[in-house]
């Protein structure tokens, strides 16, 4: 895959004179990955993954890594550091059911950048590439507790439903 950088038009503003852009993921991107979730406090990983995780669970990564574009997609916002070399500070991915034209969401940012909108460009890159993929249709399970979460997407548009069973969970589910 491409690691050329794409053009400036595509870089978004981070504060302090810094930037990021989003890219698709790449296979080299493990140990960066890693390091994102590194970043991660207990809490954001609590909200991104609905219970206690203390690492990344190797097929877990691999799976993220080698991705079926057909079926699924993983973007990452992506600086460069001090040295020139590319850290990841947030990811988004969506994985279709099967034999629907249905994907479900996740999203993380590291802890250190959030509130610069990166969370929004990443799903709003990620519905992009839903929509032509030809998906009709994108939700997700947000826990009732994450308000930001809930806050981002029903900024962008999702509709926000609570669960008759489950009140620890609530759906999000945006038409493309
Ligand atoms: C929830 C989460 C993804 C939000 O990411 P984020 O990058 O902070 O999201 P955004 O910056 O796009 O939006 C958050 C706030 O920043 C504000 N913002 C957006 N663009 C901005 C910009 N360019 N400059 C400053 N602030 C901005 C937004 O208005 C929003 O504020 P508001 O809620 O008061 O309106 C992040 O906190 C996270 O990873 N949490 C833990 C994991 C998690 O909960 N994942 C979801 C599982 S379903």
Known sequence: MKTSLPPPNKYYPLGEGKAYFIR?????DKKRLIDLFNHLSPESRYLRFAHAIANLQNDFLENI????????MALVAVIQNQHGDEEIIGIS???TL??????????SVSDSHTEHGV????????INHAKENGLKAMAGYV???????LHLVNELGFKVSTIDD???FKTA????
Do not use: V
């Open 166 to 168: 489950d009140p620890d």
């Open 65 to 72: 890594l080698h991705l079926d574009y057909k079926k699924e």
């Open 119 to 126: 969370g929004t460009h990443l799903m709003l890159d990620l």
């Open 173 to 176: 589910n945006l038409p493309l």
């Open 143 to 149: 826990l009732a507790n994450n308000s930001k979460m």
């Open 93 to 95: 991915r969506y994985i």
């Open 98 to 107: 099967p034999k629907q034209p249905i994907c479900e969401f996740s999203l």
């Open 24 to 28: 698709p993921i790449q296979l080299d």
